[in-house]
Every structure is written in structure tokens, then in C-alpha cells.
Antibody
Framework: EVQLVESGGGLVQPGGSLRLSCSTSGFTFSDYAMSWVRQTPGKGLEYVSGINNNGGSTYYADSVKGRFTISRDQSKNTLYLQMSSLRVEDTAVYYC????????WGQGTLVTVSS | DIQMTQSPSSLSASVGDRVTITCRASQGIRNDLGWYQQKPGKAPKRLIYAASSLQSGVPSRFSGSGSGTEFTLTISSLQPEDFATYYCLQHNSYPRTFGQGTRLEIK
């Protein structure tokens, strides 16, 4: 069974940093591209960032480019999202998503940016 | 960026009704589209991939069609558990983009 478990969310002040992790199991992590998608409370879904299966290519939404960094640790089957210079508008539930075709989703971790 | 325009934004229907949700892409995306269902407090769940392929375990009352710029999700006979929000997603190019969502409510 595919499992994606996000962690690292919480309350942070504007301008602060946070690192999200997504621990995976139930599939061969190194075979799959991975992504982060966020959802503002009560709103729709927004693609944040993606990384190919070997970590050689990364993609970012314009809204986070230059502030967020996606990475993966194949030995730990874990996906990361390093977030810096956080803004109030980054407040959202962040989902870890498996695959090029967005096959499976984690349950999400809430990031709140507020003073 | 490819814009995905989803309609309607909300829909009121009854158990047993047939409903259709549409997504239009701002440029051709072949069949690189998925449909997702999301219930309150839960993660999205994929229903359809490659525009018309049914995800394993998803009831056959769900179907998808389309190619290029226009796509539809059809639920042939609404069941109580189908009342949720539905999203389309294009994975033809980066950044991936979602439709705005369709909230399906009980009439």
C-alpha cells in the first residue's frame, strides 16, 4: 500500500523558514517523480513544485520560485520542501503527491504564516 | 502557463441524477488530464487519468472524455457519497495547473 506522510508544518512568522518532509513507503521511490501541491483554506488547489525521479530536474510555480527548494533523499525515500522568506499568502495545507500523473496524495500538513 | 477553466463552479443535484462537469484548456494538452474528487478535510483522490481511463477501484458510474482542449467528467447516477468537490488537472506542461473546482451539492 502506498503511503505518503507529510510532516514539518506549523506556525511561522512572515519572513521565516520551514522545511516540510514527506516520508514514503509502499512503492519504489526512486522510480517516481514527486510534487508538492497546496490548498489555501476554503480554496482550490495550487501546484507548488515538482522533481523528477532522479532529482535532476525541478519545477516551481512562479509564486514560490526563488523562495522554495524541492529535493529528495533516495536513501531515505523522503521528499522535502525547504520554504524560506515565507509570506502570509503561503498559508495553506501542503500535500505531497506521487507520480508524474499525480496518482496518490498524502493527507497534508498545515503551514500557517502569521505574526 | 496553461489555464484550466472548469464549469460550473457549483452544481446542485439529486441522488440518481446524471451530471457533467467540463474543463477547457487554454491550449491543446492531448489527453494529459486527470479528474480528482475531494471531500472536506481529506486529500484529493484520483478518479480518472489520461482523460478517460478509470482509476482502479473507482465505480464505473464515473467516466471521462475529451482530448485537446475540452474535457468532461460524467457521473451517470449520483450516489450520496459522490457529493464532494471535483477538480481537473493538466499534466501536459509545467507548471501543472488545476481547474477552479466544482462543488457538487445535494438538491
Amino acid at each position: 500500500e502506498v503511503q505518503l506522510v507529510e510532516s514539518g508544518g506549523g506556525l511561522v512568522q512572515p519572513g521565516g523558514s520551514l522545511r516540510l518532509s514527506c516520508s514514503t513507503s509502499g512503492f519504489t521511490f526512486s522510480d517516481y517523480a514527486m510534487s508538492w501541491v497546496r490548498q489555501t483554506p476554503g480554496k482550490g488547489l495550487e501546484y507548488v513544485s515538482g522533481i523528477n525521479n532522479n532529482g535532476g530536474s525541478t519545477y516551481y510555480a512562479d509564486s514560490v520560485k526563488g523562495r522554495f527548494t524541492i529535493s529528495r533523499d533516495q536513501s531515505k525515500n523522503t521528499l522535502y520542501l525547504q520554504m524560506s522568506s515565507l509570506r502570509v499568502e503561503d498559508t495553506a495545507v501542503y500535500y505531497c503527491v506521487k507520480g508524474f500523473y499525480f496518482d496518490d496524495w498524502g493527507q497534508g500538513t498545515l503551514v500557517t504564516v502569521s505574526s | 502557463d496553461i489555464q484550466m477553466t472548469q464549469s460550473p463552479s457549483s452544481l446542485s443535484a439529486s441522488v440518481g441524477d446524471r451530471v457533467t462537469i467540463t474543463c477547457r484548456a487554454s491550449q491543446g494538452i492531448r489527453n494529459d488530464l486527470g479528474w480528482y474528487q475531494q471531500k472536506p478535510g481529506k486529500a484529493p483522490k484520483r478518479l480518472i487519468y489520461a482523460a478517460s481511463s478509470l482509476q482502479s477501484g473507482v465505480p464505473s458510474r464515473f467516466s471521462g472524455s475529451g482530448s485537446g482542449t475540452e474535457f468532461t467528467l460524467t457521473i451517470s447516477s449520483l450516489q450520496p457519497e459522490d457529493f464532494a468537490t471535483y477538480y481537473c488537472l493538466q499534466h501536459n506542461s509545467y507548471p501543472r495547473t488545476f481547474g477552479q473546482g466544482t462543488r457538487l451539492e445535494i438538491k
